[in-house]
């Protein structure tokens, strides 16, 4: 399978640096290549306006038409939602930019251990697929991908520990580690989350990523979490699958 080049779904994200803490920081993309336009239509960016007015930005993806799936640190007093875009500095036609009218962040995140690190955008109104702009499917309960297996995410964050965020998405091929590459994580729990990338290597997700999908098979695993300050792999990834009880429930009562 290939990457967003491949039109293998990747996904977008961007992270809330400042409600990062320094010990558990996740969200560029570092190692990766720039995206094909268009080819990953489910990636969402969504613009948060924390309580104190601070603008951030985390990355997301389209999982109904008016949902979208992202990590539970991303929520603010305010957010919207811009789909169908590359460049997220430059005006496209094929963007559809739409305000949440609802978070639901899971009920047991907490953000200190960074557990449940999960969270659902509802959207005012429902987007248009278009080649742009597209959905992403989720596993089932039971699906359970194991170590080994390589994926792929995306995401407008930093492409080196000292770069900005970049404009335009970036994606990456990584590997689905063993739980044990992740001990020195120490609220790290192989049941509800997953270890990700290579400690050999110098691709990682970073600062701007999280809340963006990890992709096996074109099937979103896991949402970009949280890592080490120096971006050093593996990363923390929120192991959708766990969820899909708590997903469904939220989807079926809005």
């Known amino acids: 399978m ?10 977008s994200i961007l992270l809330l640096v400042f409600l990062l803490s320094p010990r558990a920081e996740a969200g560029e993309i570092i190692g990766g290549k720039e995206c094909k336009p268009h080819s990953c239509p489910y990636m969402a960016y969504p613009e948060i306006v924390t309580s104190r007015d601070h603008l951030g930005s985390c990355g997301g993806f389209l999982i109904r038409q008016d949902f979208v799936l992202t990590a539970a640190r991303c929520a603010g007093s305010s957010v919207t939602v811009t789909l169908g875009t590359r460049n997220i500095k430059e005006k496209q036609g094929t963007q559809q930019k739409r305000e949440v009218v609802k978070q639901f962040p899971h009920p047991r995140y907490n953000h200190f251990t960074v557990h449940n690190d999960i969270m659902l955008l509802k959207l005012k109104e429902k987007v248009n697929l278009t080649l742009a702009v597209g959905t992403l499917p989720l596993p089932s309960q039971s699906n359970f991908v194991p170590p080994g297996r390589t994926c792929w995410v995306a995401g407008w964050g930093r492409t080196t520990v000292e770069e900005p965020m970049s404009d335009t998405l970036q ?3 990584l590997r689905l580690m063993d739980p ?14 997953l270890c990700v990338g290579n400690p050999r290597k110098t691709k990682s997700a970073f600062k701007g990523d999280s809340g963006g999908p990890l992709l096996y098979a074109g099937v979103a695993q896991g949402i970009v979490s949280y890592g080490q300050g120096n971006a050093k792999p593996p990363a923390v990834f929120t192991r959708i699958s ?5 997903i469904n429930k939220v989807l079926k009562e809005n």
């Open 2 to 11: 290939g990457g967003c080049s491949e039109k293998m779904h990747l996904l």
């Open 171 to 173: 994606e990456v091929k």
């Open 180 to 193: 044990h590459a992740c001990k020195h994580y120490p609220n790290f729990d192989h049941n509800f989350q």
């Open 242 to 246: 766990h969820y899909q009880p708590w």
